[in-house]
């Protein structure tokens, strides 16, 4: 945001006013060096004359291709230094030495004095406040000295009057923050020593072609405890801090190491890019648009880059074209952010400004970040979220939920705005996996043992109506995602969701026969959308299908259980609901959505996600708690009439799930009637169990494989996918041969040809 042409000469202000934010502008286009109020002494120094001049700001803000932002405190400090300087230059009496020239006998010293007031006050007071300050305790200490140390009365009377003036400016002093701020460090300070203003001011630092602040100096007490790079030039720095238990997540993105003429190239482009601005039909297919605009801001650039001479590689050129349309159509570095895949959450509250983004963190849960969002970042936005989603955000309809998707990322959103927030705009981002969850990679991360897997794995198969539920970031949309990968591709598969959180597209891309049908929210007013309930009642007219709802939030509950009651005879109807236990899914359906309690027997099962904690608070991780099966004997309350029915439940002592009495005595109801439509499981318990363990085994198999290897790429969706094709053909081929389903056999041969499926990979992987 170039507010200065270059014609300007440097310490050229301006006062801009945004919100309550009075923002001292200063151009430094033309200067030297780099702007700075803890590196630069003459920087600092016109600074104060600038402010005695201006008046009161609660910010100021360098602009040198890069905008150098010191906050309200910051500002504060400087500004009460201005106000002494003020102060001091109109109370010349105090250093006109009147009553001590006026004494013959102080007539010698007095001159002297004088000369080290001034250059005191008057010089170093602004360009370096510090140093003033410690260069008055030294006088008066090095005075005191010399009146020990003299025989003239005379010098003795006198100096104690120049002592008593020194002392009258450091009690001045001494009630500024800046001094306050670096009492702590003043022992041993030599003057024109800056690294003690670096201890106190750190602005953020933003390129002139972007909004969003950031801070780009590491904390100053912090203790790195983990470092790693997103791709090749975005480094992220964890640190701990002391009196916090709250992590600080640093991010360096590329565009913040630019040299001085990428930055004025990509500055040029971005203002000839904003003149366009995108339509809500680009908007419809975000892909193909950024597409669009990469293509056109990489031949924008690169004539910029002829037209100044300068020799920038193809690499260069793409660096700088995808910087280029992250700040154009695209979410700045919140685009940045979603691209690490550890981060699981973004949170930018209000008022936008004023408070750094919050993550949270795969490894490190709630982390504090060096991002800080401004008032424009935010408002371009919300414009572009309502363009994507085709749904309203106004005071009518304060809330809009929808999705985002990004090279390498996508993500759920919430944007709330006034009247429901009083101070603007708030955005929450729920990012989701770029690839399907799958269950090996739970077991790997211990949300799930091979145990469950089998036990999920055989229901799936079997055509039951599950319901995930947990708490909110218990994982319930992703393990969803992994109930879809089991299904077999030979299904078709109908996907109702409000919010697009579900992966469709690349389960689509695995050859999956699958239709996701996008419904109103349940908050949207307005909107041109189908409700809920409408679109489950249309899968219903279309054919046998796997159903799948992202989640159950209100009146679609009714047309769900009518179709779980006619899709559990044919295929799996699933979907997540809100609820820490069966119970509390009894609860919500029956006395929440008013879904008649005859209609929630329809649920076979309920699969509990919740996270767990740690006992000092400070960690986190997701668990599945129980499967629970839904009996259909009970009449009033299932959990009084033992309408609930554990299959496995977490033991949070040994951090695992346990299989339940009843699955231990082969009392499931439901496994029961899954094995009743198959000839060789009904009535044979025994032959039920084995295939789950035997399914529990191959994917167990599978992660120490992939473990043992070093192959994490195993666990991804598109070699899940293939390994449980193969399963099922060699399930069938054996069953034909020898009449029955053999686990010992099938798992020989499945194992077998992971092994050589595997090696032979590794041979195309050489090539």
Known sequence: MALFGETKKPFSYDILREGEEVILMIDLEQYPHIPSLEDDPVCMSRTVDILSEAGTVTKIVYSQKRNYEYDYNQTLMVQEIAKLHTQLTKRRDIFSFGNLLADPNCTKWAANWYSNMQNISADMLKRDPIGAYVELKRTIRDERISIDKSTDPNYSKCAQKYIAVLHYLMRLMEKTKIISAAAQYIAGYKLDDRSIYRKIFSPDIRPDFMFTKLMATYPIDGNEID????????????????????????????????????????????????????????????????????????????????????????????????????????????????????????????????????????????????????????????????????????????????????????????????????????????????????????????????LAAGILSFLIDGSRSLLIAGTRSAGKTSLLGAVLVELMRKYRVLTIEDTLELPTNSLRKLGYNIQSMKVAAALTKGSSEVPADEGIRTTLRMGDSALIIGEIRSKEALALYEAMRVGALANVVAGTIHGDSPYGVFDRVVNDLQVPKTSFKATDVIIVTNPVRSADGLHRWRRLTQITEVRKHWIDDPLVENGFVDLMKYNSKKDKLEVGESLINGDSEILKAIAGSVKEWAGNWDAVWDNITLRAKTKEALVNFASKNKMPELLEADFVIHCNDQFHKISENIKEEVGSLDSKRIFFEWNEWLKRHVKKLGFHKRL
């Open 227 to 450: 470092s790693y790079n997103i791709d090749k030039n975005t480094e992220v720095t964890i640190f701990e801090l002391p009196n916090n238990v709250q992590y600080y997540y640093h991010l360096i993105p590329p565009e913040f190491k630019l040299s001085e003429e990428k930055y004025e190239i990509l500055d040029t482009a971005r203002k000839i890019m904003s003149e366009h601005k995108p339509t809500r039909q680009e908007f419809i297919d975000p892909e193909r648009m950024r597409q669009v605009f990469y293509n056109i801001g990489s031949d924008l650039i690169e004539e910029l880059v002829q037209y100044r001479n300068l020799r920038l590689t193809s690499s260069e050129i793409d660096e700088l074209t995808k910087i280029l349309v992250r700040y154009t159509v695209g979410f700045g570095l919140i685009e940045v952010l979603l691209q690490d895949e550890k981060v699981q959450d973004i949170t930018i509250n209000s008022p936008m400004g004023e408070v750094p983004m919050f993550i949270v963190h795969q490894d490190y849960a709630d982390c504090r970040t060096n991002i800080v969002p401004t008032s424009p970042e935010a408002e371009s936005w919300a414009s572009k979220l309502r363009l994507i989603s085709g749904r309203p955000l106004d005071e009518a309809n304060p809330i809009l939920d929808t999705e985002l998707t990004i090279p390498g990322a996508n993500a759920r959103i919430a944007v709330v705005s006034a009247p429901l927030n009083p101070t603007g705009l708030a955005f929450a981002f729920r990012r989701h996996r770029d690839k399907p969850w799958t269950l090996p990679l739970f077991i790997q991360n211990k949300m799930l043992n091979p």
